[in-house]
């Protein structure tokens, strides 16, 4: 969780040494399959004369399409970070033993988000044409319940070059991905190597000079890790749920009204990783891995105190959070609640660092009579901010 976290967070800090920032779309297509060819191979006596085919394949060409944030550091480099949506599609199809094709549809679409945090040198730093380099480390989540569980974790690289005409940038790349392996049955295994074209369209800002009616803007990123578990136990069930330590990151926006008060907006992506254990009629014990996928979204009101001993300055905050989920696995996650924290803020450079605790309060989950528990109402969170 530490590494992930620092992963997150480590760009964002780099950022604040580069000249400007660019914020941009990206999207593209796959090369490459999602899914390699899972042939069986049977007799069917509706079709005499040899052995049937079923294939469970994908060979469409899936569009894909993000938002992108990358911070020039200077000297050609940069640091990029990609939030793209990528459909997987897993389709089926019988091959009789004449050679038709039938029952050729698709079986299952697999949504994932892929997060590439790319380390990007530019070959030539003039010109209005710059050919590049990147690589670095590729995030995915799965926000769907499907019989595919892709893996979390890959390494990408990739080459293309950039059009300049101002402040916007248009960058066709390719890109190369290895993908940890998924797993075993039941799950249906993507593939590991993929090859993707994409392209991206940004613009360049310097973020010291945002503001909105006549007030700084403030942009930067938090993340750290929940102090509390979040799942509640099932009742009557024989059914035990343990929760793995998570984390929690993201982006935030602040709006500086005064010296000592501000509005600051968070956007934090939380994902719930547990597993049900249970056991069977025959006594047998089994057990089921399942992530719930949520996004935070608290507004607040935060306060500074007056400095303490040296840099440091104590804040409190309060305000209302929304909350949404994906990838439910049957659980019902309210979406209103109530945030409250404090903290502590310094500088260093140009940069804030603000650890912090926060609690929230959650409204009642509202599931159905088959769902498998709830979610605990009281949440406690250990967070830094990195705001420039």
Known sequence: MTVRVALLLLPFA???????????????????????????????????????????????????????????????????????????DLQRRLILPGGEIKDNDRLKTVVTWQYPILLKYRLSQRGAVRPFVEGGPSFRTRHDPAPAEPSQLGGTLGAGVEWQWGRVRFSPAVRYTRWQYDGDYPRFATKRDQIELVAGLSYATTPGRWHLAGRPIRFGVTGGTPLTKS???????????????GYLGGFLLGLEIHDKFSIDVNGLYRPIHASSRFTFPDGQRGSFEFTILTWQVPVLARYRFAPMAGRWRPFAETGPTLRWSGNTNGYTPSRFGWAAGGGLETGYGGIKIGPSVRYTRWAADRPPRWAPGLTKRNQMELLVSLVF
């Open 14 to 88: 780099l950022t604040a040494l580069g000249q400007r920032i660019s914020f941009g779309v990206i999207g593209g297509v796959n090369a490459t399959r999602d899914f390699p060819i899972s042939r069986s191979l049977y007799e069917d006596p509706a079709f005499p004369g040899g052995l049937t085919a079923f294939d469970v394949f994908s060979d469409v060409r899936s569009p894909q399409v993000g938002f992108s944030v990358e911070a020039r550091m200077g000297r050609g480099l940069s640091v990029e970070i990609d939030a793209i949506q990528r459909r997987l």
């Open 231 to 245: 799942l509640t136990q099932p009742r009557d069930s024989g059914e035990s749920i343990d929760e793995v330590q």
